[in-house]
Structure formats: structure tokens, C-alpha cells
């Protein structure tokens, strides 16, 4: 089993635009519960890659950790009780 988490984004900000660290993300739109199907997306050897299904612009930054995001509330958190 594998111990590799995916990590997820969403837009609620409306950027047009989001940094990440990871070439290998969901996006799953707003934050539930208005988000859309969480796509999992894969950069390859690319730097940049558009969610089909909210057009959000996602561009790979090398100085981003894996899992952060610039904006970085672009990061979907989960919330624990």
C-alpha cells in the first residue's frame, strides 16, 4: 500500500491562476459542498495544466513544497471535529 498522499485544491477565491508544488493534484473545484467532480490531474513533463472542468490555470512553482499552493488558501484542509 502506498503512503503517497494526493493533495487536493479548490478555487473559492476565483484566482484564474494557482501555484502549486505538486505535479500530480485533485481539484475539486470550491470547497464542498459547491465543489465539482474532484478530477486528478497530472502535470507530466509540463508546468502548467487547466481543470476541465472549472478552467482553473494550474502552474507548477519549484519552490513550493509538494502539497502548498500560492494562494495558499487554495489548499483543501481537511476538517476534523
Known amino acids: 500500500m502506498s503512503d ?3 493533495p487536493h485544491f479548490q478555487n ?3 484566482v484564474a491562476t494557482i501555484e ?3 505535479r500530480e493534484f485533485m ?3 470550491a470547497a464542498p459542498p459547491f465543489d465539482h467532480p474532484h478530477v486528478f490531474l497530472d502535470l507530466g513533463n509540463d508546468n502548467e495544466i487547466i481543470c476541465p472542468y472549472c478552467s482553473t490555470l494550474y502552474r ?3 519552490d513550493l513544497k509538494p502539497g502548498e499552493a500560492r494562494p495558499p488558501e487554495c489548499v483543501l484542509k481537511d ?3
Do not use: P
Open 79 to 81: 476538517k476534523v471535529a
Open 4 to 6: 503517497h498522499v494526493v
Open 20 to 22: 502549486i508544488g505538486s
Open 60 to 62: 507548477y512553482a519549484a
Open 12 to 14: 473559492d477565491a476565483g
Open 27 to 29: 481539484c475539486v473545484g
